[in-house]
């Protein structure tokens, strides 16, 4: 049960610090060889003693005399076996089913591309899910090019194979798998004529004409866009693309629906699985890939992989904390608080969640008047949140459409004019003449529908600063489900919504931000109709390199945080938690996404080792 924070009280609830060693490295979309590292001495992760700081994590050098930036990381170790949590159960083994815990999928099937495993992470932070066109690494491509707009030409790495199972038998992987599965989802050939109920409903994949291979180890995408970013933010992001099913056990089984057919390229076996219970993987000894980092090192390191199936956010916590699992991500402030009071020894790394904000509905008064939702922003006292009620582990600036995380994409709090910047400053005595001008002298009555998952304390705690502008909001709780109905579905509510997930603040593709409150789009809840925004979609789609795209982005950013569609509150972190003898770990891709426990794709899990030594003696 949530523990009640009394507003009033300045808390000493401390913030995490973490310095990540990072110097300079190559943004080549090609893979390349390293230089072997040969000597190392301290973990990734230092926590430092908490504090009140409202800065975030800082990133600094610490490169060795070798010049590689994860020279710090300690040298790897291969054996033992790591243990995870899942929060649902794996339905299905077939990506054409849909994308049901895509991450679990990656442990035995691949995708074309992974993040660029040596990219230094002062440049690409590894805790956010988008990786641009210029920082994307390949997987099952080695290299890959754009010939003319919208045709986007991949080279096949040679030398990977199917895991050595029936049918596939360890056979060549090739550019016909390729094409064979996007033929497969979309309908678009190899006696495929009507796409995958789920992914024939993904907008993106709409814009895919064709795919086809010129030879072994070539495919032909021909896209119906030209946007660079489009197409790759659509193939690369982790997750984002299925991940290749074996041809061969489709033919034979029409589908792969029993676990024992799960086959695939990827660094793990699917050796067992209990429905509801658990999944055991075990490495492929056959596997293609090494390190990159190290590339004399074979992947995967550990032995095993075993992920308990825990719905129970209380249970997957007990299990933690008594080392029934290694990693435990998407964990709220206040209980990692509370786990670095009774377990020290457990380490823990903030990760940027989405920026909470509070919709109001654009379409109704009184909140067609911009100066009624300008006042709405000035009454909050967004430091004062910051400070007190996160205890400083938030930074305490609005958001606009994209984090200031997503360094060069988007419109950070730093570069806003000061006009801006007073739009959003904590000004009561401003709130109330605006409303006065509006027409509300003494305020209005309102209501808020919000997802009974949200933070109550923080819903009380903008009601109370409504309250002293003379705004007063009833709070109307709905389960999930119904909220999802009433507010996402049917836009029955008459006024303000809140959902878990905020509008504000994204830390994945950014693309998709130029449709948050285009109009008509289903993830506009504020039911906003501007021309102006429904532009910047139409541009963004027809732009022609990323620098275009960019700059596109940050006007967009501009715009919305100048039109005050949505209340902005704050970008909160959650916490990953894990034990000192996973190594390699640092939040990599812990976006908070869906309740469906680690996000990690295993292509991170694969380059993680075990310091066994350690943890015998930590007992366990």
């Not at 299925?242 to 024992?260: C, F, K, M, R, Y």
């Not at 067609?368 to 996160?390: G, K, W």
């Not at 049917?490 to 409150?517: E, I, V, Y």
Request: hydrophobic share 40%; charged share 15%; with cysteine.
């Amino acid at each position: 049960m949530k523990k009640r924070i009394i507003w009033t009280i300045v808390t000493g609830i401390i913030l995490l610090s973490m310095i990540l060693a990072s110097c300079a490295t190559s943004t080549s979309k090609s893979t390349t060889t390293q230089t072997p590292v040969t000597s190392t001495t301290s973990a990734l992760t230092t926590t430092a003693p908490l504090t009140t700081s409202t800065t975030r994590p800082v990133t600094t050098s610490t490169a060795t005399a070798t010049g590689h930036w994860w020279d710090s990381l300690g040298t790897p170790q291969s054996g033992g076996t790591m243990t995870l949590q899942i929060s649902k159960n794996i339905l299905y083994f077939d990506p054409y089913q849909g994308e049901a815990l895509p991450q679990v999928y990656t442990g035995w099937m691949e995708q074309l591309f992974a993040p660029q495993w040596t990219m230094d992470p002062a440049i690409q932070n590894y805790r956010l899910s988008f990786w641009s066109n210029e920082q994307a690494g390949g997987q099952l491509v080695q290299s890959w090019e754009f010939t003319s707009p919208g045709t986007f030409v991949l080279h096949v790495r040679q030398g990977v194979t199917w895991q050595n199972i029936a049918p596939a038998n360890g056979r060549a992987f090739t550019a016909d798998d390729i094409v064979y599965h996007f033929d497969r989802m979309l309908g678009l050939g190899d006696g495929f004529t009507k796409p995958a109920p789920y992914w024939g409903a993904v907008a993106a994949y709409q814009q895919l004409a064709s795919v086809t291979e010129p030879d072994k180890f070539t495919v032909v995408m021909k896209w119906n866009t030209p946007n660079p970013e489009f197409v790759t933010e659509n193939l690369q992001a982790p997750g984002a693309s299925p991940s290749i099913e074996n041809p061969d056990a489709v033919q034979l089984w029409g589908g792969v629906t029993d676990w024992h057919h799960a086959i695939g390229t990827g660094p793990f076996i699917l050796s067992d699985f209990v429905d509801g219970s658990s999944a055991t993987l075990v490495k492929n000894p056959n596997y293609w890939g090494h390190d990159e980092r190290y590339p004399q090192n074979q992947l995967p390191y550990i032995d095993k992989l075993v992920l308990l199936i825990i719905p129970d956010p209380a249970t997957a916590m007990a299990a933690m904390r008594t080392r029934k699992i290694d990693i435990l991500e998407g964990i709220q402030f206040q209980q990692a608080r509370d786990v670095k009071k009774t377990n020290p020894e457990i380490l823990q790394i903030p990760t940027p969640m989405t920026g909470y904000s509070l919709d109001p509905r654009n379409d109704k008064a009184p909140f067609t008047d911009i100066r009624v939702r300008q006042a709405l922003q000035m009454a909050i006292n967004l430091p004062e949140m910051a400070s007190t009620y996160y205890g400083g582990t938030a930074d305490p600036w609005p958001c606009s459409l994209t984090s200031d995380y997503l360094v060069g994409w988007g419109f950070p709090y730093s570069q806003w004019p000061q006009d801006l910047k007073d739009q959003y400053a904590f000004n009561p005595a401003g709130a109330k003449q605006l409303l006065a001008q509006a027409g509300f002298p003494t305020g209005f009555n309102t209501d808020l529908v919000v997802d009974s998952a949200v933070d109550s304390d923080l819903v009380q705690i903008v009601k109370s600063y409504f309250a002293n502008i003379g705004v007063n909001m009833e709070i109307r709780p709905m389960v999930s489900a119904a909220f999802t109905t009433f507010v996402m579905t049917n836009h029955a509510n008459d006024a303000f919504a809140m959902r878990t997930q905020g509008t504000l603040g994204a830390t994945g593709n950014p693309l998709r931000q130029f449709s948050k409150f285009q109009t008509g789009a289903s993830g506009n809840n504020a039911l906003v109709n501007d021309p102006v925004f429904n532009a910047f979609y139409t541009q963004a789609i027809a732009a022609t390199s990323t620098a275009q795209m960019q700059q596109l982005l940050m006007d967009c950013n501009k715009y919305v945080a100048q039109q005050h569609y949505v209340v902005s509150l704050l970008q909160p972190n959650a916490f990953c938690l894990y034990w000192p003898w996973i190594k390699g770990y640092n939040a990599q891709y812990a976006v908070i996404s869906g309740g469906s426990g680690p996000q990690l794709l295993f292509f991170y899990e694969a380059h993680f080792w075990i310091d066994q030594n350690l943890k015998n003696s930590m007992g366990h």
